[in-house]
């Protein structure tokens, strides 16, 4: 089963089960993939381009947090922080620190040595499994920037 579809199921199910935060959530997700798919002309999405929403909607509930934690607004960073904790469902499991140390020594031992070029190849190499902040703290600690 797709990622799509799981999320398609589970929107049914909480729509019967009447989780108001959940459905709304879900819905929103839903109509983000089904605009991918339209722009890509097809039915259904591959996962690895439903993840890529997924990530888009998290950092975008993320980056409200923020906003709304400086601005004194309790009320809507919960709203936020139940939705991001409902993304994070749909995210693969993030890398540990030694395994992300391990990636960021081996792309520097390939003799890559520009702090753009090594972020590029180890998110690429992570996979979408590693937070952007914390890999580029990595790799500016083993080149000592």
């Known amino acids: 089963m797709s990622l799509q579809q799981d999320i398609e199921k589970k929107l049914i199910v909480a729509l019967k089960a009447k989780q108001e935060v959940e459905v709304s959530t879900l819905r929103m997700l839903k109509s983000a993939l089904k605009n991918l798919a339209i722009d890509k002309k097809i039915d259904v999405l591959e996962d690895e381009d439903a993840l890529s929403i997924v990530k888009q909607e998290l950092k975008k509930r993320k980056d409200s947090m923020e906003s709304f934690r400086t601005a004194g607004r309790d009320d809507l960073l919960a709203i936020e922080e139940a939705e ?33 070029l090594i972020m590029k190849e180890v998110m690429a190499r992570s996979k979408g499994q590693a937070d952007g902040k914390m890999v580029q703290e990595k790799v ?6």
């Open 140 to 145: 500016k600690q083993k080149m000592n920037l």
């Open 84 to 116: 991001a904790k409902i993304l994070e469902e749909y995210m693969p499991a993030m890398l540990g620190e030694e395994e992300l140390d391990k990636i960021v020594d081996d792309v520097i031992s390939e003799g890559y040595d520009n702090f753009g």
